[in-house]
């Protein structure tokens, strides 16, 4: 007679394989190879204001695939697997022009956090073994290499989450065993402070813990939503009080890792005031909290489907609660400068962890935040499930990376090769040769975007312009590595009437945000978009009027 999990296994297959067969696959959007090598596997990805995408793996997963410039060697005697590496685990990458170019990183990323400060450079914070307490730093010039501090955190950092803050630090987040926070850099002369957050320990399962990279947020009051595993708070950092706990998030699964599901800030409108009136989270995937155990014991059971919204400015919030056309655990949330909502990678059943994922989910979805409608896109032909990433480019495509199940860089006799490969997917906005898209001529005053100051964009247009769907977006690049993009952020700015200046070129005017709590300072894409399709994205640099870039 069959044992018990053994029926449970085959019932599982059966009801994954019968939602995949009715399962209707578009042909809407499609995909590129950039670059079948990139030398690593891409488990964490930054793009960088010079255009070039930071990317990087961790450094005891064995030799990668790309050597140290100039005969260089990394000597670690802490390293668990080579205490000699002359290979890099850390490059940088040119989309444009699909340069490769090896950096060297020190440390242990595994696992590890970031954000783009005010000035540019991606500060990098955390990892495993010898880098759980290092904050590295990297900033965009063409020779410029990682910087490390060996004791920039007060405590190990694992699976910890970053934020940019209102007055340009670094907030970082939790981690394996860490129920607390703390900021870059040390808000104290003297010291570190750590604070404690209990509400991390509450969240923790015994078992999968699955509060893991806990979803964070900075809402437009400045105070931090946090979620774990199913629930949520709002806190105010700085009292290091919690003034808000939000309501569990239904379905009877957890979120974080490593029952891993995705989480976005939804666009953020600005009102005639450049400030804005609410806040909206969105969450979706994951798996049930014994998802993670389960597939230790080759038991793969089928990843959520289900989607919550909450805004989180709200006096009394609850969650609103959607279902994606399609299973998915690992998934990644990017923002496309129309507002929407991308979601890639990932896979129908089992968790987070080496191995313990199956049935690739190859088809992008786009969520469609104006109506609250999801559409399933052309399938991808490489399988991207743990240690995945993507990432919105200035173009607006998406690139997509990495992806490792294997312990090491492992290329043969395993379900899920080691992922090297870099692509771009091309969303629908982007189909056709004659498309009508923006281009963004100017942007007066170039560059510098000071708090609630006048910016008008000047671009030119092929055929009629229709007023009501036109608007300018700022999206924040993030950081992103294990399904969650950090500091990912998209506001919808206030302008006022189009005006034709020639044939086929137009002026929009507009206030940049008021509140350095709606809009941190830093770099941030401007897109201008009409009837759903964005132009290429124009760098733009926004910082506080007190004279502060927030530079660290």
Known sequence: MASKKSILFILLTLSTLHYTNTQTVSTTGHWKLLKKSIGISAMHMQLMPNDKLIAFDRTDSGVSNISLPDHRCRRDP????????????????????????????????????????????????????????????FSPCDACDWVEDPTGLAVRRWYASSQILPDGRIIIVGGRKQFNYEFIPKRSKQGYNVYNLPFLRETRDDTSENNLY????????????????????????????VVKRFPDMPGGVARNYP???SSVLLPIKLDVSATAAEAEVMICGGAPAYANRMAN????????????????TDASPEWEMEEMPIERVMGDMILLPTGDVLIINGAKRGSAGWGAAREPVLTPVIYRTSDRSFEVLSPAGVPRVYHSTAHLLQDGRVVVGGSNTNVRYNFTNVLFPTE?????????????????????????????????????VEFDLRGPINQSELYVTLVAPSFTTHSFSMNQ???????????????????????APASAAVAPPGYYLMFVVHRGVPSRGKWVHVFMNNGVDGTI
Not at 297 to 312: E, Q, T, W, Y
């Open 420 to 456: 090297l490969s870099v692509e771009a997917f091309y969303p629908p906005y982007m189909e056709g040769k004659q498309m009508n898209r923006p281009r963004i001529l100017s942007v007066d005053p170039a560059d510098e975007m000071g708090q609630m100051s006048s910016f008008a």
């Open 214 to 241: 806990p979803f964070i947020h900075l809402s437009i009051d400045g105070n931090l939503f946090i979620f774990a595993n199913n629930r949520s708070i709002l806190l105010d950092y700085v009292k290091n009080v």
């Open 78 to 137: 802490h390293d668990q697997t080579a205490t000699v590496d002359c290979s890099a685990h850390s490059v940088e990458f040119e989309p444009k022009g699909r340069n490769v170019r090896p950096l060297n990183i020190l440390t242990d990323t595994w696992c590890s956090s970031g954000a783009l400060s005010p000035n540019g450079t991606l500060t990098q914070s955390g990892g495993f073994n010898d880098g759980d307490r290092v904050v590295r730093y």
């Open 489 to 511: 952020r998209l506001l919808v700015l206030n302008t006022g009437r189009v005006h034709r200046r020639l044939e086929g070129r137009y002026a929009v005017g507009g206030l």
């Open 297 to 312: 014991a080759s038991v793969f059971v089928p990843a959520a489907r289900s989607c919550g919204r909450l805004r989180i």
């Open 259 to 261: 029952s891993s599901g």
